[in-house]
Structure formats: structure tokens, C-alpha cells
């Protein structure tokens, strides 16, 4: 310490500097650099395109006068229905559970689709049918629909289903379990591709057929991973669970809009928070699995 | 033989399995379960007579309008505009779309995204440094010296409770719900989706910068500290370089994300290829829902594309 004091404060500033510009030597810092400034950039000029000023960001007084009643509503969320004094207390706490328990079963719901989906669409492009002629077209086309399926997101896919089918909870769970499926499917392809090959290479060479050695070898090599994943598109699904309720189904999201809608700002808050513990109890669910099937 | 035999018993009870993990899985299978049984599912919808007819008269409805049965009607002037089939006209309809509509809500959508994610990765590399335990801690990678007073300790770790709470508030709401509410708030302009999309990913970097700036090296840091380099100038010349590039990954990762989600927003009434899907679906033109659609998808594909090149160029570098 008493070293430490002696050196001035000017060799101090030097030292510091000496080493900042030894840390700043060319390579992936300079590459970072540029991406950063580029981003920059390109964030400002879409302020810029879309006429967004700090202005926009001032409620006007109507809009004051709402975000007023809303926010002030923040720590006294609803627990009895804010327009029937008759309902009995805790009715509308309850009823957001009930909303809650449909998130998480349309999710689950859609999720074990998706992973069948996904599962299939992966190992097909993952190379399962050998490396053959054959096998190289079927990779090709589970890479495709994969594609495919995932460019279009589960809001627009209910859109197109609820247009063709009519509204039913099924609908709901395909438009979320269709781009899933081609999410996972890239993402197991991807994870299989990347787990190590010696297991598979020594059954290839003791005779074992490209499914064989992928289904004993390269699988289990990759399954944690895939596990963990699958774990965290669970708590993507639930958001989208959530917000398919602003389409009409009896998820979180359809009560969040009807209470909005009705000026209950008290019971908005009482779904808010249900919705966000439902999230955070899976993100540390979730987030607890990924560090166990990782070691 | 036998020996063998008890050799891969050996290695079957020694392979590492977690309880947590199978308990987590049979979990969400009863869930998944308990999901099919109890969620209303009418299977019925697509296997019955009238659902297979609904989806065969939408797929109908898909078709661009010249392609569709009987006279092509010109959708603006009422009058047959041509044979049913006519290919040059499927074309001019495509182009015409895409010069009035799609090209200038494709670039809307492109600059709600970037703007959006541009604001989330600045706010959630702040808020990630408040909520690093090795960089918001009394002596910030230099243990030894003077042991940090009680109210030193408590305000660092108010900061950090601070950062973490307000990054989970912030990713826990979906980005959707957020534009649903700021709309109201802020009336109809583009600052609802860009806000919405920036609060939720802000969250999500926030969390991932964290972690981010928690695991990176401390060799760099702790030398700076030792030769009396202040917070600040730890976090400029030490933290900066290390974790941006493994941050920018997770940017533009999550760049790909709110180019998804620029669409959607779009349904709630603003002008981005979204407001476009929604304004054809309530129009009944399904013909155009489609194009809308596909020139959303091409931009998801092209925004993952352009975000696994950077990727790819910052990894590299």
C-alpha cells in the first residue's frame, strides 16, 4: 500500500494509459469496434427514418393522464373483480391462476408437438439417412421446411390458421408449435452437428448403419444440450402462449387486454404479475436445468 | 464375457445423470400431458368434413387473385382486367403490392428492429455492468487492502439487487404486451413497438451481459486496479474489450429476434409489413395476407443471414 501511494499521481495515469493501449491492440477488439459503430449508426439513421425524436417519448395530456391512473394502479393490483362488488373476494386472483394454468398447458401443449417436429426436421438435416444421394436431398428438405416454418412468427401463423380452421385451442397450439419445430429442428441439426464424433466414427468403422451409429453415438453426445434447449423454448412458449390471448384464447393475454380495454388498470396489474412470476418461476427452472445437464 | 459385462454395468452407474434433470423432464411431459387433456383441443377442426372444406376454400383464397377460378377482376376498377391464369398479370399485381405497400413497410420494419435493438444493447450493457457481482462490488478485482466499510458493501449490493430487479421486470413482460400497453400511453407512432421491443430486449441483454462481464478474465482488471486505474477506467480499457465481442454475439442474436418481432408489433396498428398482414386479413384479401407474409419471412431469413455473417466476423476476428 505504502508503495503503492509513492508512485505519483501522474506515473499512475501513464501506467494506466500504457496498459489501456496495450489492451487495445488490433484483433478481435478492432472488429468489435466496428460492429459497434456500425450498429450505432445504422440505430440512429432508424431513428431518423422512422421520425422518432426525444418529443414522441411525452405521453400527451390524455396519454398523462393514463399513465397516471395506470401505473398508479401498480401497487394495488386487483383481487376481487374491479366493476362487481358482488363477486366474492379473491375471485379475479383466482381466475388469473386459471388463465395461468391455460398458458402453461397450451405452451406444454405446443411444445411437445414442436419437439416431435423438431426432432424430425433436425435429424433429417442432421444427416441421419447417411451422406448418401438420397440422404443429402432428405437433409436438404428438413433444412428447407425448417427454414420455412421458422421465418414466419407463431402471431402471423395464427393469423393464417385462425383465417382457415376458425378458433379452437388445437389452432393456437399449432401456430406456436410450427415455427418451434423449425427453431429446434436448425438448433438440434446445429447440436448434433457440433458434438464430437469419435463414438459415431468407431461404430461407422465396427459396420453399424448411419442410423445406428447416429442413434447410439452421435444422440447422446448432443442430448444434454438439446435438453437444455428444449427447456428454453419452454419459456419462450409461455410468452407466446400469453400474448396468443390477445387473439381470443383464454390465456393471460386475453384478460390482460379485456381489463385494459375496460380501464381496470387494478386488474391488469394482477395478470401482469401473475404472468411475470409464471415467467420467472420457469426462467429459473429453466435456467437451473441448463447448468445441471451442462456438467 | 463376464467381466465385460460388469465393466459396462460399471459405466452405466457411474455415467453422470442428474435427479433435477429426469424429475424436470417427467415434469414437463406431465405438463405437455395434462396440456393435451386439458386445454379444450377439438381435433375435430381439421380432421372433420367442415374443417377440411375450410381449408380447402382458404387455400383457394391463398392463390394471387389472376390465378384464381373465373374472370380476373381488377381489384381497383371492378372491370375484367383479364383471363383467369394470365401469369404477366400475377406479375404486374406482385410489383404493384410491393412498390405502394411492402417496400416502404419492409424498410419501417427493418428500422423499428434496428432502432430497437440498437437502444435494448445500450441500455442492457449499462444495466449489465450494475448488475456484474465482480464489477459492482466495493474493491472491483482486487480482493486484499482495506476491507470496504458495512455501508460501502450494502450500497454495491443495493446496486446490484437494483439492476437484477429491474432487468427481470423488464424481460418478464413479453414485448407484445409492452407495445399493447405503450400505445396507449404514447398514441400511434412508432415509438410503442421501438420502446416495447427495446424494453424487453434490454432485459434479455442486460441478464446476458452480466453474465458476459462476470466470466470475463480478471487478469486485465485486477492489473489496471493495481496500478490505480479508477471503476470507470476499468470499465473502459479492461471490461469494454474483453466482453463486447462475446456481447456483440448475443446483440445479434437477439437483432434476429426483434426482426421477428417488428412484424407482429405491426398487427397493433403501425406501419410495418404486420400492420400490412392485419389490414389484408381484415380486408378478406387473403391473396395478399400471403405476399405480406412472405416478404416478412424473406426479411427474417435475410436478417438471420446478415446476423450469422457478423457473427461469424466478429468470432473470427
Not at chain 1, 376481487?80 to 397450451?106: G, H, I, K, Y
Not at chain 1, 444427416?127 to 428438405?141: E, L, N, Q, S
Not at chain 2, 429491474?166 to 407495445?179: C, M, N, Q, S
Not at chain 2, 448475443?250 to 409489413?273: D, H, I, K, N, Q
Request: include cysteine; glycine fraction near 8%; aromatic fraction near 8%.
Amino acid at each position: 500500500m505504502a508503495n503503492e501511494r509513492a508512485v505519483s499521481a501522474r506515473d499512475r495515469a501513464r501506467a494506466v494509459r500504457h496498459a489501456a493501449c496495450s489492451a487495445l491492440r488490433p484483433g478481435s477488439f478492432e472488429a468489435a469496434n466496428l460492429v459497434v459503430l456500425v450498429a450505432a449508426l445504422a440505430a440512429w439513421a432508424s431513428l431518423w427514418h422512422l421520425e422518432l425524436g426525444a418529443a414522441g417519448l411525452a405521453p400527451g395530456s390524455g396519454g398523462m393522464q393514463l399513465a397516471r391512473d395506470f401505473f398508479g394502479a401498480a401497487l394495488r393490483p386487483a383481487l376481487a373483480p374491479v366493476a362487481d362488488p358482488d363477486a366474492p373476494p379473491w375471485s379475479l386472483a383466482l381466475q388469473a391462476l386459471r388463465a395461468a394454468a391455460m398458458t402453461v398447458a397450451l405452451a406444454a401443449a405446443a411444445l411437445s408437438m414442436a419437439v416431435a417436429g423438431g426432432l424430425g426436421l433436425g435429424f433429417g438435416a442432421a444427416g441421419v439417412f447417411g451422406t448418401g444421394r438420397v440422404g443429402r436431398a432428405i437433409a436438404a428438405v428438413c433444412r428447407v421446411l425448417a427454414l420455412t416454418v421458422r421465418s414466419v412468427h407463431e402471431l402471423v401463423w395464427a393469423v393464417l390458421l385462425l383465417a382457415a380452421f376458425g378458433r379452437d385451442e388445437l389452432v393456437a397450439a399449432i401456430a406456436i408449435a410450427l415455427p418451434y419445430a423449425g427453431v429446434l429442428g436448425r438448433l438440434f441439426s446445429e447440436m448434433v452437428e457440433e458434438a464430437p464424433r469419435d463414438a459415431a466414427d468407431a461404430l461407422a468403422q465396427a459396420g453399424a448403419a448411419p442410423w445406428q451409429s447416429f442413434l447410439w453415438a452421435r444422440l447422446p453426445r448432443a442430448l444434454p444440450d438439446m435438453l437444455a434447449y428444449v427447456f428454453y423454448r419452454f419459456e419462450c412458449a409461455l410468452r407466446s402462449s400469453a400474448v396468443l390471448g390477445f387473439f381470443g384464447f383464454p390465456t393471460l393475454g386475453y384478460h390482460i387486454a379485456a381489463s385494459f380495454e375496460n380501464l381496470h388498470y387494478a386488474e391488469v396489474w394482477t395478470y401482469l404479475y401473475v404472468l411475470a412470476a409464471l415467467v420467472l418461476a420457469v426462467d429459473w427452472w429453466s435456467g437451473r436445468l441448463r447448468a445441471e445437464a451442462r456438467r | 464375457m463376464r467381466e465385460r459385462d460388469r465393466e459396462i454395468a460399471a459405466l452405466r452407474r457411474d455415467r453422470p445423470c442428474s435427479r433435477f434433470v429426469r424429475t424436470s423432464v417427467v415434469l414437463l411431459a406431465l405438463l405437455a400431458l395434462a396440456g393435451w387433456l386439458g386445454s379444450g383441443f377439438s381435433p375435430g377442426v381439421l380432421t372433420g368434413e367442415r374443417g377440411r372444406a375450410n381449408a380447402l376454400r382458404f387455400l383457394g383464397e391463398l392463390r394471387p387473385w389472376p390465378l384464381q377460378e373465373g374472370v380476373a377482376v381488377d381489384q381497383n376498377a371492378g372491370t375484367p382486367a383479364g383471363p383467369a391464369g394470365d401469369l404477366s398479370l400475377t406479375w404486374r399485381w406482385a410489383a404493384r403490392l410491393w412498390r405502394e405497400q411492402d417496400a416502404a413497410a419492409l424498410l419501417n420494419t427493418l428500422a423499428i428492429s434496428v432502432a430497437a435493438v440498437g437502444l435494448a444493447g445500450a441500455a442492457g450493457a449499462l444495466l449489465a455492468l450494475g448488475a456484474a457481482r465482480n464489477l459492482a462490488c466495493p474493491c472491483p478485482f482486487l480482493p486484499g487492502g482495506r476491507s470496504p466499510g458495512r455501508g460501502a458493501r450494502l450500497a454495491w449490493a443495493g446496486v446490484v439487487a437494483a439492476s437484477r430487479a429491474l432487468l427481470v421486470g423488464l424481460r418478464a413482460i413479453p414485448e407484445y404486451v409492452w407495445a399493447f400497453l405503450l400505445l396507449a400511453l404514447l398514441g400511434p407512432t412508432a415509438w410503442p413497438l421501438v420502446l416495447a421491443l427495446a424494453l424487453h430486449n434490454a432485459g434479455i441483454l442486460g441478464k446476458l451481459g452480466a453474465e458476459v462481464v462476470e466470466n470475463t478474465d480478471a487478469r486485465a482488471p485486477a492489473a489496471l486496479r493495481a496500478l490505480g486505474a479508477r471503476r470507470l477506467q476499468v470499465v473502459v480499457a479492461a471490461i469494454y474489450p474483453l466482453a463486447m465481442p462475446r456481447f456483440l454475439l448475443f446483440f445479434f442474436y437477439r437483432w434476429e429476434t426483434c426482426v421477428r418481432e417488428a412484424t407482429v408489433l405491426g398487427m397493433l396498428g403501425m406501419s410495418s409489413l404486420g400492420f400490412l398482414i392485419a389490414e389484408a386479413r381484415a380486408r378478406n384479401r387473403y391473396d395478399e395476407m400471403v405476399f405480406h407474409i412472405a416478404v416478412a419471412g424473406l426479411l427474417v431469413i435475410a436478417g438471420e443471414v446478415v446476423s450469422a455473417l457478423t457473427r461469424r466476423f466478429v468470432r473470427r476476428a
